[in-house]
């Protein structure tokens, strides 16, 4: 059984930055695509950014050049860097993971995705 925990959210004025990292049990980065996601509310939840098995990363196009992803191999967790934050940032962000071997376009595709964490809260201010 795969199990995902987010840690790292919180509230921060836009132009700040915030760290969140995700710890997986159960798959490793060889063996589960992981990713990013968001939802704000009255949303879709919305794919971030997310690491293939390959090694191949993804980013949105309203987080590109923002947000950067980072990883420990050996306790695998998986982090996400954010910044230069918006308000539009503001969401519940959850890490999740599917396993198999996907083209780079299934990796923000939230229906390739198996096993989700809790999700933490992201608030960005004006």
């Known amino acids: 059984q795969v199990h995902l925990v987010e840690s790292g959210g919180g509230s921060v004025q836009a132009g700040g930055a915030l760290r969140l990292s995700c710890a997986v049990s159960?798959?490793?980065?060889?063996?589960?695509?992981m990713g990013w996601f968001r939802q704000a509310p009255g949303k879709e939840r919305e794919g971030v950014a997310a690491i293939g098995t390959n090694g191949v990363a993804k980013f949105s196009e309203s987080v590109q050049g923002r947000f950067t992803m980072f990883k420990d191999n050996a306790k695998v967790i998986l982090g996400l860097q954010m910044n230069s934050l918006k308000p539009e940032d503001t969401a519940i962000y959850y890490c999740?993971?599917?396993?198999?071997?996907?083209?780079?376009?299934?990796?923000?595709?939230?229906?390739?995705?198996?096993?989700w964490g809790q999700g933490t809260q992201v608030t960005v201010s004006s």
């Open positions: 999740a993971a599917g396993g198999g071997r996907w083209r780079s376009s299934d990796f923000l595709n939230i229906e390739n995705y198996n096993y």
């Open positions: 159960g798959c490793t980065f060889s063996t589960c695509n």
